[in-house]
Nanobody
Framework: QVQLVESGGGLVQPGGSLRLSCAASGFTFGIYNMKWYRQTPGKERERVAFISSTGGGTTYADSVKGRFTISRDNDKNMLYLQMTSLKPEDSAVYYC???????WGKGTLVTVSS
């Protein structure tokens, strides 16, 4: 069955960095475009970043452009999100998702606070 397991979240001070990981299994990871989303209580899930199946194309939400970098390792079935210059407003539960597949992991919580 399809599984997406996010990890790497935690508490970090403003200006700090974190690297999120998403371990994918149960489908042919390398042929799917992938996305990172985030959600805070009471708000809709927001798409943060997109990466094409080969990793050759990426896009970002304006709110994270220049600070976040999405990447993938198709040999390892892994998706990553490198987050730098973190702000309190980046605090959220972060999820990975394959485009066209309605499967979600449990997410990983990122808290940016001093």
């Amino acid at each position: 069955q399809v599984q997406l397991v996010e990890s790497g979240g935690g508490l970090v001070q403003p200006g700090g960095s974190l690297r999120l990981s998403c371990a994918a299994s149960g489908f042919t990871f390398g042929i799917y475009n992938m996305k990172w989303y985030r959600q805070t209580p009471g708000k809709e899930r927001e798409r943060v970043a997109f990466i094409s199946s080969t990793g050759g194309g990426t896009t970002y939400a304006d709110s994270v452009k220049g600070r976040f970098t999405i990447s993938r390792d198709n040999d390892k079935n892994m998706l990553y999100l490198q987050m730098t210059s973190l702000k309190p407003e980046d605090s959220a539960v972060y999820y990975c998702k394959a485009t066209g597949m309605d499967y979600w992991g449990k997410g990983t919580l990122v808290t940016v606070s001093s």
